[in-house]
C-alpha cells in the first residue's frame, strides 16, 4: 500500500514538473512575442516623434529667424528714426541759441551806438550806462556800460565836458594848452588833421578878446595877421550863465579853458571859425 502511494506521488510530482516546464516556455514564448510588439511600436513611435520634432524644431527656428529679421529692421528703423528726429532736435536748439545770441548782440550793440553818439556828438546821456562813482571835484561822475565808459565832469571851475571810451579810459582834468597862433597855423595849413587832434579835447588858450556878447553870453577871441591868411576865431560858449565876461576887456589877453565842440573853414566874408563850449575865461 505504502510504495503505491508513493509511486502515485512520483508520478504526481513528475506530471506537475512537466505541466510547469511547459508553462514556464510558453510564458517566456509570450513575452518574447509581446516585446517584440512592443519594441516595434515604440519604434514607429520614436521615429515618427522624433520626424515630428524635427519638423517642429525646424519650423520654430524658421519662425524665430524670420522674426528675429522682421524685428531687427524694425528695430533698425525705430533707431533710425529715432536718430534723425534726435538729430533734428540738437540742430533746431543750436539754431535757436544762435538766434537768440545774434538778437542780444544785436541789441547790446544798438544801446552801445545809442550812448556812443549820445555823448559824443549831442553831449547828452548816457542812457544805458550805471553810474557807480561821484567825485568831490564838484560833481564828476562815472558811468560804467557793457563795454565802455563815460565820465560827465563837472569841476567847479574847470572840465565841463562828457567824454565815452573803454572801461580803462582814465579820469583826466589837465587841459592841453597851445596858444592861439599855433593852433590858428596849424588849422589853415594842415585842417582835417589838426582838428580831428584837438576834437572833443579840453584845451587851455592863450589869446586876445575880439567880442563880449553878454546876451548869447560868448566870449570871442583869437588870433589875427594883417593879411587875414591865418586869421582864426575861437568863439567860446560860457560854462555858467552869471559868467565873468563882463568883467573882461576886449583887446587884451586872456586865458580860456574849454572843450573843442566844432570847426567852419572861412569865406569870402568870415575866416575859420573854432567852436568851444563849457568855456571860462581869466585875465
Given at each position: 500500500m505504502f510504495k503505491k502511494k508513493k509511486k502515485d506521488k512520483g508520478l504526481k510530482l513528475e506530471q506537475y514538473e512537466e505541466y510547469n516546464e511547459s508553462s514556464i516556455e510558453d510564458y517566456k514564448e509570450s513575452l518574447t512575442d509581446d516585446y517584440d510588439y512592443l519594441g516595434d511600436f515604440t519604434q514607429d513611435d520614436t521615429d515618427t516623434s522624433d520626424t515630428q520634432?524635427?519638423?517642429?524644431?525646424?519650423?520654430?527656428?524658421?519662425?524665430?529667424?524670420?522674426?528675429?529679421?522682421?524685428?531687427?529692421?524694425?528695430?533698425?528703423?525705430?533707431?533710425?528714426?529715432?536718430?534723425?528726429?534726435?538729430?533734428?532736435?540738437?540742430?533746431?536748439?543750436?539754431?535757436?541759441?544762435?538766434?537768440?545770441?545774434?538778437?542780444?548782440?544785436?541789441?547790446?550793440?544798438?544801446?552801445?551806438?545809442?550812448?556812443?553818439?549820445?555823448?559824443?556828438?549831442?553831449?547828452?546821456?548816457?542812457?544805458?550806462?550805471?553810474?557807480?562813482?561821484?567825485?568831490?571835484d564838484g560833481g564828476t561822475k562815472v558811468y560804467y556800460g557793457l563795454g565802455y565808459k563815460v565820465i560827465k565832469y563837472h569841476q567847479l571851475q574847470g572840465r565841463r565836458d562828457k567824454k565815452i571810451g573803454f572801461w580803462t579810459m582814465p579820469y583826466s582834468v589837465e587841459p592841453?594848452?597851445?596858444?592861439?597862433?599855433?593852433?590858428?597855423?596849424?588849422?589853415?595849413?594842415?585842417?582835417?588833421?589838426?582838428?580831428?587832434?584837438?576834437?572833443?579835447?579840453?584845451?587851455?588858450?592863450?589869446t586876445s578878446v575880439k567880442k563880449i556878447d553878454k546876451v548869447k553870453n560868448t566870449l570871442t577871441v583869437g588870433y589875427?595877421?594883417?593879411?587875414k591868411k591865418y586869421t582864426l576865431d575861437i568863439v567860446c560858449t560860457m560854462a555858467e550863465k552869471n559868467s565873468n565876461i563882463e568883467e573882461l576887456e576886449v583887446g587884451k589877453k586872456v586865458t580860456i579853458i574849454g572843450t573843442v565842440k566844432d570847426f567852419k573853414l572861412k569865406d569870402n566874408s568870415k575866416p575859420n571859425q573854432l567852436s568851444i563850449s563849457n568855456c571860462f575865461a581869466e585875465q
Open positions: 520634432d524635427t519638423q517642429d524644431e525646424s519650423t520654430s527656428i524658421e519662425d524665430d529667424y524670420t522674426d528675429y529679421n522682421y524685428y531687427s529692421d524694425n528695430e533698425f528703423d525705430d533707431y533710425t528714426d529715432t536718430s534723425s528726429h534726435s538729430k533734428k532736435t540738437t540742430t533746431k536748439k543750436y539754431k535757436k541759441i544762435i538766434n537768440i545770441v545774434f538778437i542780444l548782440a544785436i541789441i547790446i550793440m544798438s544801446l552801445i551806438s545809442i550812448d556812443v553818439i549820445c555823448v559824443g556828438r549831442y553831449d547828452i546821456g548816457p542812457f544805458f550806462a550805471i553810474k557807480t562813482t561821484t567825485y568831490k592841453t594848452t597851445i596858444s592861439d597862433i599855433d593852433l590858428a597855423i596849424g588849422l589853415n595849413d594842415n585842417t582835417d588833421k589838426v582838428y580831428q587832434k584837438y576834437y572833443h579835447e579840453f584845451l587851455r588858450i592863450e589875427s595877421d594883417d593879411g
